[in-house]
């Protein structure tokens, strides 16, 4: 399977830099906006690569939706976006609490992504793009090669065709198995938060797999 067009739901921070990289590399994106939004800046300088919608419609007309909301607002706004059987969402949100930095916050069902994938029957739904800062989403490349953007989901289908799609926008993707590995890469970037922020790392550091495959 091939992703032609992706919604992103949520164009703040993570999901603009990241729209606008997946654009770039020549898929149709579509943002998700709320009633009221400034949708022509989104679309600004895409050459009709960009559309934006409401975020129902959105999901409604793209093969795949990432999430890149408050991680709070996450599932009720998942469960607003009608039926998403059979569509892949990627979760890229990672929920914490601060508490002299960050503290991982999952709920009961052992990560959002999980939590995600009970609220959303038939749903394919994988984790990833949550690892760093959105600056390596708007420029995945780095002194070292590209980033890497570690996804776990347990439809394999699903995952490889992300995959892909995110190769070929410049990321260093890597399958890090099951779902129930969602909680590991939510606290990948918990630890990324720390560094970046209480650790005085910065934000330009970035997990790299070193001698993948
Ligand atoms: N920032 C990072 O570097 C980073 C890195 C990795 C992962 N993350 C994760 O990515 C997620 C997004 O972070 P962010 O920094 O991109 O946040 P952000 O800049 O605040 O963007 C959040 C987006 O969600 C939209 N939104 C909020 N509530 C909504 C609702 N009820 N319905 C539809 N859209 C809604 C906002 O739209 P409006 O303009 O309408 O409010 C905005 O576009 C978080 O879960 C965070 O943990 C962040």
């Known amino acids: 399977m091939s992703i032609e067009t992706i919604a992103i739901i949520g164009p703040g921070n993570v999901g603009g830099d990241l729209g606008r990289t997946l654009a770039r590399a020549g898929t149709k994106v579509v943002f998700g906006v709320r009633a009221g939004k400034d949708a022509p800046a989104l679309t600004a300088g895409s050459e009709g690569r ?7 419609e959105a999901a409604r007309i793209a093969d795949a939706i990432v999430l890149a909301l408050p991680a709070a607002a996450v599932l009720d706004v998942a469960r607003g976006l009608g039926d998403l059987a059979g569509k892949i969402v990627v979760d890229a949100n990672n929920p914490l609490r601060i508490d002299r930095g960050p503290v991982w916050n999952p709920p009961p069902e052992g990560s959002l992504a999980q939590a995600l994938a009970a609220a959303l029957p038939g749903a394919r739904v994988l984790k990833g793009w949550n690892t760093f800062g959105h ?33 070929k926008a410049g990321f260093a993707p890597v399958d890090c198995g099951p779902l129930r590995n969602a909680s590991l890469l939510e606290n990948l970037a918990v630890l990324w938060i720390h560094l970046a922020m209480a650790g005085g790392q910065g934000r330009a550091v970035a997990w790299q797999l070193i001698g993948r495959q």
Not at 138 to 165: H, I, Q, Y
Request: proline share 10%.
């Open 50 to 56: 960009i559309t934006t919608a409401t975020p129902a």
């Open 135 to 167: 600056e390596f989403h708007a420029d995945p490349r780095t002194a070292a090669g590209p980033v890497t953007v570690p996804f776990a989901g347990d439809d394999a289908e699903a995952k490889l065709a992300v995959m892909e799609l995110a190769r």
